[in-house]
């Protein structure tokens, strides 16, 4: 499809300027952007990159599109508006249905409107939804359920009983439904708990790289609807994450503890056991939650960068911290 300036604007409900025949044909960044690309700009910091750019199509605010030339389509948010319109220029199209003579299938018939690519193994009784690919060299376990539009990329575990929901994105190197990490302590060894529950993932949800999410030790460990999961996450047993969390990169999460819905958890931010945190909570990055949070906010914890000669006195410091305040408490009482 020829998408043009008057396309795109009908496309999405926004207010054009300039050309409504100019053709798009691509999205682009400001600095690579040709003649035909969509750029977009939220701040006025970057307008002299675009007086230099190729661009003739921007996407921008009302009060930025005074200073943009050419063609202008206008909304109160650029970089949501360009996801959109990047979705349509970069669509994964499927790939014509065919299971590769090297997979190996314990489950017959699988649905037929399936690409399963080379070395794929899958257990028994396991159901894959319509329009699925499951990437080279994965691996899907006896009884797992996957609904219709899934993405598993190559090298992707699923261990079984796991269920899934419809257009599920796991990307390769990722592992679910392994053991959690549960053992009794007897004398000097550790006897290990059987970990019998599984996990039970919901609707639209997307797994970056290289991400763990354990099964439950008696009952499932629980992934809502609409989260967003990035690389390197380890999501231990029995954890319950709420519909439209966004989890970035190499944040670890505890056994059993229980995040709201719509939460944002910044990059290798550490989540202890067994809490609890509200809906609509944004933990910044590389903050250590040890206690619940019951109040939805913003939550920072640690120290800011400083010289390490710095850190190191007032490391120092702060160990003497409680004993200070106690006096600074009883001099007060006395006076």
Known sequence: MNYTLEKISELFEVEYKGDKNYSIENVSSIENANENSIVFLSEKKFLKSLDKSKARVVITTKNLSKFCKNNILITDNPYLLFAKISQIFNKNLKNDYEVHDSVITYTNPLSKKLHIEPNVVIGKNVILGDDGYVGANSYIGNNVKIGKNATIYANVTIYKDVEIGDNIIVHSGTVIGSDGFGYALEKNN?????????????????????????????????????????NQVQIAHNVK??????????????????????????????????IEICDNTQITGMTKVSSNIKEAGIYT???????????????????NLNELFVKFKEKNKSK
């Open 190 to 230: 550790w006897v290990k708990i059987p970990q019998v529950g599984s996990v039970r993932i919901g609707n639209n949800v997307e797994i970056g790289s290289n991400t763990s999410i354990d099964r439950g030790t008696l009952d499932n460990t629980l992934i809502g609807d609409g989260v967003k999961i990035d």
């Open 241 to 274: 994450i709420g519909n439209n969390t966004a989890i970035a990169g190499c944040v670890g999460i505890a056994g059993s503890a229980k995040i709201g819905k719509n939460c944002m958890i910044g990059g290798g931010a550490g989540i202890q056991g067994h």
């Open 301 to 319: 914890s640690g120290t800011p960068l400083m010289h390490n000669k710095k850190w190191l006195r007032n490391a120092v410091r702060f160990k």
